[in-house]
């Protein structure tokens, strides 16, 4: 049987596609891709000429089907999306899925994810922290959303596209607080890649006050929840009461 790789491609600077991804799409049958348009002229960057098909969003059902087909039959196949990695905010969950329930091999080809090159950039507390990928849209699920996270001590990661960016940084300035440490990249391994840390209070004035940082990709992580001394000491009263009840 053939093997499912998940390949990773770069999130701007095309050097940093790995010398394995550039093998595995030229020896894979067949690159599935998010977007067939979007990833030719990577491969043709690239002077690979394996064959392309789609898997997005909406053909994600009917397109598995085929692929488990031809794995089953010993085609080897790779999945890309448009940009990082696949699945993470993009398609392939379905696919990766049915593989496994078919007992495919499913391996990784590891590369370029924002949100991983965001966290290692940013400052904040990177031993723990919470992936929450696009927030709602609309303002009051936005809204909601931010406030089930107002007490997490993790940090937070989100993706946000340019039109959204300032509403986004103000609804987290209004839940979380003027005071809460937030660092907004930009554009990361591109031409204009920003990275501005700043109290959300100040994040939104510099983002309002200059129009230029509304436009590109954009990861905006925000520090956890500090909590007081007598918030550490209600909890560890609360754990050890738990705690207690376990012990002989
Ligand atoms: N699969 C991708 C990954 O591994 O990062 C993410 C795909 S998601 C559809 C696209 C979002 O990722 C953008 O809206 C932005 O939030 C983030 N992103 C992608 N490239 C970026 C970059 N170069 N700089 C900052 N954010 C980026």
Known sequence: TGTLHIVATPIGNRDDISARAIATLRQVAVIAAEDTRHTRPLLQHLGIDTPLVALHDHNERTAVDGLVERMRHGDDVALV?????PLISDPGFRLVRAARQASLKVSPVPGASAVIAALSVAGLPSDRFIFEGFLPAKGGARKARLAELAGESRTLIFYESSHRILECLEDMREVFGVDREAVMARELTKLFETVLGAPLGELVGLVAADPNQEKGEFVVMVA???AGEDERIAEGLRVF????????
């Not at 999306?81 to 990695?85: F, I, K």
């Not at 009461?241 to 002989?248: F, S, V």
């Open 81 to 85: 999306s448009d940009a990082g990695t």
């Open 224 to 226: 956890g929840r500090e």
């Open 241 to 248: 009461g738990i705690l207690k009840e376990e012990l002989p």
